[in-house]
């Protein structure tokens, strides 16, 4: 992993810390409850080791003894304890989770939003990387840490009923049950922070190892097989594979170590006992040995926290990572003038500019620019006369609607993806839309209509039923430029000239700028104004030259 | 425990079973430990028992008893330890195993990337919890109650048979509650993939959520998928919750039961004959004993769902799995550049659209082809046809004498470039050397010397390709396809993400690479295109 993002850290830890204070009620109904258990749990055992030996000498004293010993009570205590440690675990369960579900489902947006108005650069990157796979795994984890809160609580009320009993038997016994308890606690701490936190750390850094090197392969899958170095990038693949594996059995190892110590201080506890209480009756003793093992096993939910603690915090960290302040831009809106520096080309709607040049030679780098897509480089354009780079992003992206060469479609039906562009569209206006950008009669045909099913990124769409798709989805914003890149590539003549004419009529109507990028004549004939790229300068820069036409 | 239809659950069941086959032994040692654990639980109870009996006679008495207690704590402990170690390598060793079948069947172009990723990480993680806590719980759970219960009839037969016939209720109503638990989980699996993919998809469309300013409307999506699934998960925790604690209950109760038996008969109290007579070593060994008979079915009931984690993740792994088992023939390599004929072609993938239909060209011996278009054309497609990495749907390709529906494999005929060559840590000399293993030294830096690279090379290269610049990284893909002597090249967008210069630069080279070969070239790029001797637009 890299350096730590602090910041980034700092501003997950303040938004979980948020959710608990939200999820305060909860959390502490299920530390409560985890005390009950604890504390029935302790007083269970102990009444019961009690009540038998104190039954056993009650017969061995004879009949008449036996018939005055008062059975009713301890028994109805024992019944009411038993129905108390249930249900209070119950009780813990449900509202702990509760607490953790609730807060997770408020993080996960917050996380969403976090990330999307990150910069740019980090944000774009995410996408289809195994960063974005890692965010699902990680949220899941930050779960434990809500779930866990209310174990120290347990642990501790198992510990004062523990006390609590033993002091029945004699303080020296109190206090060797409360040693030997809170020797297992430290020990299993101190095993934890040893054994678990970095296998748990090393378990999740060799999954994330694993990923990468896989994508990396699967990327260059064509070579590997031309080359048959297949079974070299499997044996490569197999061995981080490996290193995960032997990193969870660490992992493992180490959670068998901490309950070792638990085993170790039941033990501790028994002799402690044995060696503190010999005045005590027998009763009493029994009543002591069995509070001393149930107070030490009473700090169970701890110590597996201390087991998941490796992976909470690396959880925490790399999550953490995603997310950064946000570049602290003006937010103020600017006017939709755009000047492009390197030449005296000023532009406003309802002008329209065309850009061309050969592939590759920066078309879509500079108009993304403009719209914050990439990172915008000083000098090279201003919007509204400020420098783009200056301009915040949500200000810049407000001016324009754009339909990429390959328009990137949410996993959803079409109604769903038109809606991006506005959510409060009516199906008028979808359709209307859908018929501009010549795909209304292929919608009308499907069954669902608008609400056919898309799958992933369009998956059911051909290549060019993809791009219309995002055409239509720009032609809903109403922001004061239209960006199309290729938008007739691939369609036949027909197609192409029905397409055209109605954009024709809707930027008459709609009184939008135009900027479209394309090589081919027919869209390029719509535009009064011409713009030709020719390549980036060493500073990155894009090279162009103003061309007009009739 | 059977607690779902076989139906169902039948074919990754059996393949989980298969999988595991090999590694009986080590799984076989594990089960042993946990069920090991029933003899430090009966020392357990039985030193408890013998301390606490001893006591009136003073507590020097139970000291025997007690350090009998305090072995048995200390022996459960490493036990535990040693089962846990146990059945960690165990679950190494599947896990191990099954990653390479699946490894074998991945890059076959049958899944996507992202799915098998997916199906090699976190799917071959979900056998984990089945092979280490699963397989053991659920042998223990049907062997140690019955050992535990023998040793109390040793005590008292009356209470084994109580214990014995709170047995039947018990299983019953762990094999109920387990099935509710069990369908109502598989539900909330679905739903947390759903989320998931949700999620995943979202990230993915982010630059045209960000393009049109709609992270706030989709933060909200996530959030009512969020909140759904958190009140769905909830339900099914209750229930799961619920049964537990229906467990635990049914357990007290059991226990109780036992307790008055052995409670009334110290006190001679009972209202029938006893049939035999306990001490208070014996009640106490039996008291002391009873909640042990319950709790290995417990374990089990806490440990189902890794069971259901792993048949959820079996039928993808199962399915990668098989596309490992490709045998086909390999025909001998054409002594000169082969005329390639495409007929008809149309390539589609399972899901979705066919990427290219229709598609007809003839190439003649030798012939440089460039393939334009947008991604998504079927460029990429149309090379991989090939190397048997796209499916060929519908009509035909021949090459020299060979049809490619026939599944040949041609990998000895084609050497390939793409946009990101792999890289491995070493020398750019082993790099390159990848091609061709075995290549002899002068021949590795005449491919280099072809390729454009000077200086050393020697050099060493870090796995991320550091010491190599993105032409460089071209440069290495074309020595590799320089070095090995294969009538066909393919190119996939060699010169994609380089600059005008670099761009410029790399283009007699890759004229030379196809020199004497029956060349595709996938490409953006017009300059590339520039080199062929037919465009082909898609």
């Keep these: ?550 | 425990m059977t607690a779902q239809p076989i139906d169902a659950a039948a074919a990754p069941a059996q393949w989980l079973k298969a999988a595991l086959a090999p590694r009986r032994r080590l799984m076989a040692l594990a089960s042993g430990l946990v069920i090991a654990d029933a003899i430090p639980a009966v020392g357990f109870a039985a030193g408890l028992a013998l301390a606490v009996g001893a006591l009136p006679q003073g507590i020097g008495h139970a000291v025997p008893g007690a350090l009998l207690a305090v072995g048995s704590l200390l022996a459960r402990g490493v036990l535990a330890q040693c089962a846990t170690v146990v059945g960690a390598r165990a679950a190494r060793a599947v896990k191990g195993d099954v990653r390479r079948q699946v490894l074998n069947g991945a890059f076959s172009g049958r899944l996507s990337d992202a799915e098998t990723m997916t199906a090699t990480v976190e799917g071959v993680e979900a056998l984990d919890g089945h092979v280490s806590r699963f397989l053991p719980a659920r042998l223990a759970a049907g062997v140690t109650p019955l050992l535990l219960i023998a040793a109390a009839a040793v005590v008292s037969p009356f209470t084994a048979g109580i214990l014995m016939f709170t047995l039947l209720p018990f299983v019953i109503g762990m094999a109920l509650t387990g099935m509710a638990a069990g369908a109502e989980s598989r539900r909330q699996f679905q739903a947390l993939e759903r989320l998931s993919g949700l999620f995943l998809d979202r990230i993915r469309a982010l630059p045209a959520i960000l393009a049109f300013q709609a992270e706030a409307q989709q933060a909200a999506v996530i959030g009512r998928a969020s909140e759904n699934l958190a009140q769905r998960t909830g339900k099914v925790l209750k229930i799961a919750f619920l049964s537990s604690a229906i467990l635990e209950f049914f357990s007290a109760l059991a226990v109780a039961l036992v307790a008055v038996y052995c409670g009334f008969n110290l006190l001679k109290l009972l209202p029938f004959p006893a049939p035999d007579q306990l001490s208070l070593t014996q009640a106490f060994f039996l008291l002391a004993l009873a909640p042990e008979v319950y709790a290995p079915m417990r374990r089990l009931s806490a440990a189902y769902h890794d069971r259901q984690a792993a048949e959820a993740a079996a039928p993808s792994l199962a399915g990668l799995s098989d596309a490992a088992e490709v045998a086909s023939v390999r025909p001998p390599v054409p002594t000169s550049a082969p005329a390639i004929a495409f007929r008809d072609v149309t390539i589609a993938y399972e899901a979705g659209a066919p990427v290219l239909t229709g598609f007809d060209l003839e190439i003649a011996p030798g012939a440089t082809v460039a393939l334009l278009g947008a991604s998504g054309s079927g460029k990429s497609s149309l090379l991989h046809l090939f190397l048997g990495l796209s499916p060929l749907s519908g009509g035909q390709v021949e090459v020299h004498d060979v049809r490619l529906s026939d599944h040949p494999d041609l990998t000895a005929w084609i050497a390939w470039a793409g946009q990101a060559p792999v890289v491995v840590p070493g020398t750019l000399a082993e790099n390159i050397a990848l091609a061709w293993r075995a290549a002899p030294a002068n021949r590795v830096k005449e491919a280099a010397a072809r390729a454009g690279f000077k200086g050393d090379l020697n050099r060493v290269i870090d796995e991320r390709g550091g010491g190599l610049s993105g032409g460089e990284r071209r440069r290495l893909g074309l020595a590799r396809a320089f070095l090995k002597p294969a009538p066909i090249l393919l190119l996939d967008e060699p010169t994609a993400n380089l600059d005008a210069a670099s761009e410029a630069a790399l283009l007699p080279v890759i004229r030379a690479a196809a020199e004497g070969r029956t060349t595709l070239i996938a490409t953006h790029s017009e300059a590339v295109a520039d080199l062929a001797d037919v465009v082909v637009r898609l």
Excluded at chain 1, 34 to 46: C, D, Q
Excluded at chain 1, 152 to 170: N, S, Y
């Design chain 1, 1 to 550: 992993m890299s350096a730590l993002n602090a910041s980034g850290v700092a501003r997950l830890k303040s938004l979980i810390r948020a959710q608990e204070r939200r999820q305060g009620a909860r959390l502490l109904a299920a530390s409560v409850c985890a005390a009950l258990v604890s504390a029935a749990a302790v007083l269970l055992l102990g009444v019961s080791g009690w009540f038998i030996t104190a039954s056993a000498l009650a017969g061995l004293a004879g009949p008449l003894v036996a018939h005055s010993f008062n059975f009713m009570v301890p028994s109805a205590l024992i019944r009411f304890l038993a129905i108390a440690r249930t249900g209070g675990r119950y009780g813990e369960r449900i509202t702990g989770h509760d607490a953790a579900l609730k807060a997770l489902a408020a993080l996960r947006p917050q996380l969403f939003e976090g990330v999307a108005r990150g910069p740019v650069t980090r944000a774009l990157t995410l996408a289809g990387g195994e960063a974005s796979s890692r965010m699902v795994q990680d949220v899941d984890a930050i779960q434990n840490r809500f779930v866990r809160l209310s174990a120290p609580w347990g642990a501790a009320a198992g510990m004062v009923a523990g006390i609590g009993l033993a002091l029945l038997t004699g303080w020296t016994t109190a206090l060797a049950i409360a040693a030997a308890s809170a020797l297992g606690v430290l020990a299993a701490a101190l095993v934890g922070r040893g054994l678990a936190e970095p296998a748990g750390r090393a378990v999740q850094a060799a999954s994330g190892e694993l990923k990468t090197e896989f994508a990396a392969f699967a990327a260059a899958a064509p070579e590997l097989q031309a080359y048959g170095i297949k079974p070299w990038a499997v044996e490569q693949l197999a061995e981080r594979g490996a290193a995960l594996e032997r990193a969870t059995q660490s992992l493992a190892s180490a959670g068998g170590w901490i309950l070792l110590t638990q085993s170790a201080a039941m033990a501790l506890a028994i002799v402690g006992v044995m060696a503190t209480a010999g005045a005590a009756s027998p009763p009493l003793i029994a009543l002591a040995i069995l509070a001393a093992v149930t107070t030490v096993e009473s700090a169970g939910a701890l110590l597996t926290a201390f087991r998941h603690n490796g992976a909470v915090k690396a959880a925490v960290e790399r999550l953490g990572d995603l997310l950064e302040a946000p570049t602290s831009a003006p937010r103020h809106s600017v006017a939709p003038t755009i000047d492009l520096s390197s030449t005296d080309l000023s532009l406003s709607p309802p002008q329209r500019l065309a850009v061309s040049g050969p592939s590759g030679v920066g078309k879509t780098t500079l108009i993304e620019r403009l719209m914050h897509l990439r990172p915008p480089v000083p000098g090279e354009a201003s919007l509204g006369g400020v420098d783009v780079a200056a301009v915040s992003p949500d200000a810049a992206r407000a001016l324009f609607a754009y339909a990429p060469q390959q328009a990137v479609l949410l996993a959803g039906t079409i109604r769903e993806n038109l809606k991006l562009a506005l959510p409060t569209a009516d199906d008028d206006a979808l359709w209307a839309a859908l018929e501009d950008a010549d795909l209304a009669d292929r919608v009308r045909a499907a069954p669902a209509g608008l609400n056919a099913p898309l799958g992933e990124n369009g998956a059911r769409l051909s290549g060019g039923e993809r791009r219309r798709l995002g055409l239509a989805r720009a032609y809903l914003r109403a922001a004061p430029w239209l960006v199309l890149d290729e938008p007739t590539e691939g369609l036949d003549a027909a197609t192409e000239a029905r397409v055209l004419e109605r954009l024709t009529a809707r930027l008459e109507r709609t009184g939008q700028g135009l900027i479209l990028v394309s090589h081919r004549p027919a869209p390029l004939a719509l535009c009064d104004r011409r713009l030709t790229v020719t390549g980036l300068a060493p500073s990155g820069a894009v090279q162009m030259a103003v061309r007009e036409t009739a």
